[in-house]
């Protein structure tokens, strides 16, 4: 009962100073009809020892944990400098309350105004929040935010085909009952990314409030940034640049630069475990001008009264415990411990560290996808596109050989590899389906040689 | 101790009201409104040719702790709006009765001014 | 030495050349990107580890902590964060991709199983999902299956209004406005819980979906009536939420299933000690009542005995469910850490905690309640509320209050919150407090309450507070009037 202080002596005495012989009589508010009776019918406690053992024996269970993993589609696993785990860990962060109380939060803070700061620089934009739960809810925020920049309450939103199938759900539960019509922004069967063709969708200018566009796409294909601003240009819209992978901003043109009006994505990938789906990190980025729309936590300098730089929480005006029903999100917390390890990572890697993260993972996706291209060339039951990529991408198969996945799942797997995860494809593609494979500085070339050999093996079949 | 000027009229959401020339209203809050807010971080108005109804919401006005709803006192066509107070609030702090003006609206229904209260009765409001 | 030091912004710490990473070399060609490939800036430190370590480990010195000190503040229910849950998450057998297929997954979905069936027998529900991120998510998805319900029985058109009372926590309206209802507001009765009369009177007239209900409510007391509330709105066809952020005061006590509630969310980083971190991340679980079942959020963990090895699967297959509130099923590595302190307590350990944390707050309530004005006179749950009354007298006001305790060593309790107690000082200790420590919170507010009625005592000890601090008080008006949200605008 180590984190149960209280003793039977004080327990007696505290009833009796409280002026009642019982703690029933104490709690009389609660009515005897509710009252349990019975100790709850959970697992009987287990000392540490115990404990520790039991947990690692749950995680035991876990065959993924020793296998070689080519998952993606949004998480990504990456490795990280050791000491970020050692410095987050630290109880003066750990165990922080907010920082409502900015004269003893400086800590959390400062190291929030300084994510900020790293978040809105990688991205290209002015402002960054301090976080927001994970990328596909930032997606839904930026919506919500576009409608009320255009001063509407829903309307009809071109989101990309391109989009994760993790986000595309999550956007159905919050958008359907708020009268938010979600209009499918058709890839370009060819290159399977979205083009400024839109005259064919049924939709005109004036009733979109945005569009929504990812790149990189669910097949790995980097998408045009300068496409996404054409089109909401054309319909009068918000423009929305979801970032499919955050590191690909190491290499490729970040969409501020283009002139969009508000970026997301999860920033898993800047020092936060895959952790099995969570707690990853939303990262949300605006104008200036448009700061006051913006959801989420949000930090500021300042000075204190002997004019120190100081920092705080700012613009709560914005936020649930002030506006409640007006607010402009209901969120309460943002993801600050997440937070806090993007920013320690952003710092140690720098932007030279962070283009070379980048630039391993791109050469190494490069390189695997060259030679699987060269493998099944001159077959027509497999397809890899050749257009741009980041570090993930994918194979194509038609309903001839609609088994294959399967088939080569399982054969990775008996060589204790995951070789990725099926997408769904347009079917004007000419395809039923495809695998996307995401490869990482953490895969040595023996490792994607090695897949390879898994692949080819298949083939022979 | 908030100051109310005897040749105002007023509203019970802290409003108050100066007649001006051609049937016009000049708008603001009082001293009282002010004083409860704090400082004034921000301030939404409508611009000059807004329609408004009596009652109704049309603006709102911001602290750093506090969101308050602004009302029209009167049903009309804002003919002025005061921007530069928009862009720098702290003539409300300041000067609420002067420099603080926020709209300036031509009446539609000159019969909703007697419904509006006078400075004795807005003082027992601001206690 | 660097105590207290003045800490440098990172970027002001930077040095061309320098760098605090460790990358394998690239053993492939080396590829770059075709077009669009980035030439503008990226402004990121260049640091030496070194140099990152003491800039974090000083800002960490201006962070008051529970590791360092108490938070006595209410409905945070700030509990120590035990050092084993840390361990446990970070076993490398958990940090698995969220899309590794079922079979190879086992041990993470048997975790999830694990914990949803303990808050199930916890809080009496039917059915638990942990997908939701933190308490706000808890309350969409709660809400969110409200309304897909009511949607089903074909109501949705006729039902369009939520009763929320005056004393909820600001994210119950701003939730329910994210799902498309109207706030109805409710008013307690004098004795600070909500009557049956004033239910019965809002919700004649067949408009009702639902009522938000907390409880123990925000002012520390249990709502007594909350059966004979449910009973009567689901006759009238409405639904009952619950936030549970006091879940705490309860536990072994009573349960939130065995009240009628219809659908409640769980704040882990409250009840069940996953760290606040600075604000986040939480972890918020929804627990539901029968009838809401088929809605919760897919996929959801089922247990297959039949299906040959693989005993854990993720059902997506829920034709009335409302989706997903977030991607993947929530915050994993924080479920490792409620679950190790569930299995830690066990059934005798749960029911000391509520027990112990109602005793230390009614310790409390007695103490304080001749030297403050008490918001309500009469035994509390696990949290008590004052008022500043006694002190404005001498110009004191419940922020002098909260600014002068950080100087006796506490973090100020929860302030003005909940609205309808102006001046709110609302207190909870938590169980995981030695008495002696609560014994120093109390005798750190009775001193305060005497500088208080001393004369002058305000610019003795309250003007300038806190003064022992790195930082004394900031001046928030300028952070809004003068935006700096980024070290550019420094």
Known sequence: MRYLPLSEETKKQILKQCGVSSFEELTAQVPDSLRLDRLLDIDPALSEPELLAHLKCIGSKNRAAAMTSYLGQGTYDHTWPVVIDYLSGRGEFLTAYTPYQPEVSQGTLQSIFEYQSMVASLTGFEVSNGSLYDGATAVVEAILMAARLQRKDKGKVLVAGGLFTETKKVLRTYLDPLGFELVPWTIDPETLQCTSKIETLDIKAGEVVAVLLQSPNRWGLVESWRVLKDVSEKLGAVSIAALGHVHSLGLFEAPGAFGIDIAVGDGQPLGIPVGFGGPHLGLFCCHKRDVRQMPGRLIGATKDTSGKRAFCVTLATREQHIRREKATSNICSNQSLMALRAAMYMTLMGPEGLKEVATLSHSKAVYLRSRLTELIRGRNDLFISDGEIFNEFTIFVPQTNALWIDVVLKAAEDEGIILGHPVDVPVSTGFVKGLSIAVTEKHSREDLDRVVDVVSQTLLK | MSEIKSDLLYTKEHEWVRKAAGGTVVIGITDFAQSSLGDVTFLDIPDAGKELRAGEIFGTVESVKSVSDLYAPVSGKVVKSNRALVDDPAGINQDPYGDGWMLEIQVSNSAELEKLLSAGQYESVAE | ?490
């Open chain 3, 1 to 490: 030495m660097s105590w207290r030091q003045e800490a440098k912004i990172s970027i002001h710490l930077s040095q061309k050349g320098r760098q605090g990473y460790s990358l394998p070399k690239c053993d492939v060609p080396r590829t770059m990107p075709t077009k669009d490939a980035r030439e503008t800036r990226i402004e990121l430190p260049e640091v030496s580890e070194l140099d990152a370590v003491r800039h974090y480990t000083n800002l960490s010195y201006s962070n008051f902590s529970i590791d360092a000190g108490m938070y006595p503040l209410g409905s945070c229910t700030m509990k120590y964060n035990p050092r084993i849950n840390e361990v446990t998450a970070a076993n490398p057998d958990f940090n698995i991709h969220p899309l590794c297929p079922d079979h190879l997954a086992q041990g993470a979905l048997d975790l999830i199983y694990r914990i949803e069936n303990s808050l199930a027998e916890i809080s009496g529900f039917a059915r638990i999902s942990m997908q939701p991120g933190a308490g706000a998510q808890g309350e969409f998805a709660g809400i969110r299956m409200i309304r897909a319900c009511l949607e089903a029985r074909g109501e949705l058109e006729q039902r369009k209004k939520i009763l929320i009372p005056e004393s909820a926590h600001g994210t119950n309206p701003a939730t329910a406005a994210m799902c498309g209802f109207e706030v109805v507001p409710v008013k307690a009765g004098s004795d600070g819980i909500l009557e049956v009369e004033e239910i019965d009177r809002l919700s004649r007239g067949g408009d009702i979906a639902a009522l938000m209900i907390t409880n123990p409510n925000t002012v520390g007391l249990f709502e007594t009536n909350i059966k004979a509330i449910t009973d009567l709105l689901h006759e009238r066809g409405a639904l009952v939420y619950c936030d549970g952020a006091n879940l705490n005061a309860v536990l072994g006590i009573t349960r939130p299933g065995d009240w009628g509630v219809d659908v409640m969310h769980f704040n882990l980083h409250k009840t069940f000690t996953t760290p606040h971190g600075g604000g986040g991340p939480g972890c918020g679980a929804v627990g539901v009542s029968k009838t809401l079942v088929p809605y919760l959020p897919v996929p959801k963990i089922e247990r297959n005995l039949n299906k040959g090895e693989a005993a854990f699967v993720r059902e997506y297959d829920s034709p009335e469910s409302v989706g997903k509130v977030k991607a993947y099923f929530g915050h994993f590595l924080m479920m490792v850490r409620a679950y190790t302190y569930i299995r830690e307590l066990g059934p005798e350990g749960i029911k000391k905690v509520g027990e112990d944390a109602v005793l230390l707050a009614n310790y409390i309530r007695v103490r304080l309640k001749g030297a403050y004005q008490i918001a309500y006179d009469k035994p509390c749950m696990h949290e008590v509320i004052f008022n500043d009354k006694k002190q404005n007298a001498n110009g004191i006001k419940t922020m002098d209050i909260a600014k002068r305790i950080i100087d006796l060593g506490f973090h100020p309790p929860t302030v003005y919150f909940p609205l309808i107690v102006p001046g709110a000082l609302m207190i909870e200790p938590t169980e995981t407090e030695s008495f002696e420590n609560v014994d120093a919170l109390c005798d750190a507010f009775l001193q305060i309450a005497r500088e208080a009625a001393e004369v002058g005592g305000k610019e003795k000890y309250f003007d300038g507070s806190p003064k022992t601090t790195p930082i004394t008080r900031v001046d928030e008006t300028l952070a809004v009037r003068n935006l700096v949200l980024t070290w550019k605008d420094l």
